[in-house]
């Protein structure tokens, strides 16, 4: 981890890659490391920001630690049941804030992290998070996603200076959490072919030196995963260490593309829909896991479709643009204006466009098909999923066939971002295949 923190400098692909994330401790009893990380980073005084939960996780040791060590602390514990990272409790994170404080200290996971490091940047204050379970990717991301108007928005924030991970602490997470954790990084598989397809079908920018960072970090908790459910000191470390890593592969350079593809923006419909119905939240790697499933099944069909590139260039050109106006009004509801916005500044959809990206597939086929067999089977992936006892089918996490069916013609509109789920609907295989799966999975 150290060797990765340092950065890759003059990288084969061209750039160089750095992170400001400092230090990342993942260890046993790696609490006991905040007052020495305190020192090393010049902090006087800690605002430490916990739930219920997470104090009783983490928390309550931690503020012992700092009594022990004579490190003055201010404190602001969360009631909520439920928190949420919208404009409520980010104001409340400042109501609460004590001016005489030189650094943040989040201890949790999510959502406390997410509003750490909003209020860190906007305070130009560093923070450190304790986590206090492998639940998601978002530790070292330089992003975070806020509830914002009833909408899930992506702000600009800052890194934490440091992470973290006392296994002691992991080690007594809730299973849910931890399959959670697992099915984010499952989506690695798909992410790594979107960006790939990508890069082969738009001449986008590719890493190779990240994208083997993010992989070898994906086999190692594979190779762990039947340590998972017993909770052994390696399994959790290898998870935890492969969630920190996505995020550093992410501001190595600079998007999201080494972490995230079809399967994050199908999570994020979803994520999306259960806000307009004011539905209970489901855990982010819960849905990741979930669709990484879904996805490579499209990935599937489209290779037993036995395409070959006569049939690509022979395809219809054509695209009803009023109907798709009426049906993304129709999904995104308050969200539709957006995006309606992205597709006018992106031409996603445009025709012109769609067809020199089907000369260049049809050239390119033989590779598109060799990059997608690299996945593993779909029943593979959900073999790990159930191993690591998640949910495993979108039925279980309450969405419907509708949903499912919807989300995978549309999630493709939140983003400009060319995944499998736009080469489908490059090749007009999408609605079909859309149905064909919204059936298989229920
Ligand atoms: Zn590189
Ligand atoms: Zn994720």
Excluded at 73 to 81: P, V
Excluded at 209 to 215: G, N
Excluded at 275 to 292: E, W
Excluded at 326 to 354: C, F, M, T, W
Aim: net charge negative.
């Amino acid at each position: 981890m150290e060797e990765i923190l340092k950065g890759l400098s003059a990288c084969s692909c061209g750039r160089s890659h750095t992170t400001d994330l400092k230090k990342v401790v993942i260890k046993n009893g790696a609490l006991s490391e905040v007052p020495r990380l305190m020192q090393e980073g010049g902090f006087k005084r800690a605002f430490v920001v916990a739930d219920q939960n997470t104090e009783r996780a983490g928390g309550r040791a931690l503020t012992r630690i700092l009594n022990e060590a004579g490190i003055p602390y201010s404190a602001f514990i969360y009631l909520d049941r439920e928190l949420v990272p919208d404009e409520q409790a980010l104001g409340r994170f400042l109501v609460h804030f004590d001016p005489k404080c030189d650094v943040i200290i989040a201890v949790g996971s999510g959502t406390l992290n997410d509003l750490a490091r909003f209020v860190s940047f906007r305070l130009g204050i560093p923070y450190i998070i304790a986590a206090t379970a492998p639940s998601m990717d978002g530790y070292a991301s330089t992003v975070a996603p806020l509830i914002t108007n009833s909408m899930k928005t992506t702000y600009t924030a800052k890194t934490p200076w440091a992470i973290v991970a006392d296994l002691d602490v992991l080690a007594e997470s809730p299973p849910d959490m931890i399959a959670a954790g697992f099915g984010d990084i499952l989506g690695k598989f798909t992410a790594a072919i979107d960006w790939q397809l990508s890069t082969l079908i738009n001449g986008e920018y590719y890493c190779e030196e990240v994208a083997a960072l993010m992989r070898s970090a994906l086999d190692r908790t594979l190779a762990l995963q039947n340590d998972l459910t017993s909770r052994s000191n390696a399994a959790l470390h290898s998870l935890m260490e492969a969630l920190i890593i996505s995020g550093i592969a992410m501001s190595f350079v600079g998007n999201s593309r080494p972490a995230s593809g079809a399967e994050h923006h199908l999570a994020h419909y979803w994520e999306m829909q259960y806000l307009f119905s004011g539905r209970q939240p489901v855990l982010h790697g819960t849905k990741v896991g979930i669709a990484t499933w879904l996805v490579v099944k499209l990935h599937e069909h489209l290779l037993n479709a036995g395409l070959g590139p006569d049939d690509i260039r022979a395809l219809p050109r054509q695209f009803d643009q009023e109907e798709w106006e009426r049906e993304i009004r129709r999904v995104y509801r308050q969200g539709a204006p957006e995006v309606l916005h992205l597709e006018a500044a992106s031409g996603k959809n445009d025709l012109q466009k769609r067809a020199e990206r089907l000369q260049i597939i049809a050239q390119r086929w033989d590779e598109i098909q060799k990059l997608i067999s690299s996945l593993p089977p779909a029943a593979e992936i959900i073999r790990l999923i159930t191993a690591v006892g998640g949910p495993a089918y979108p039925g279980e996490i309450g969405l419907t066939q509708d949903l499912v069916h919807d989300s995978l013609l549309y999630a493709k509109e939140l983003r400009n971002r060319y995944t499998i789920l736009q080469l489908l609907w490059d090749l007009g295989l999408l609605e079909a295949y859309a149905e064909r799966i919204a059936e298989e999975v229920f």
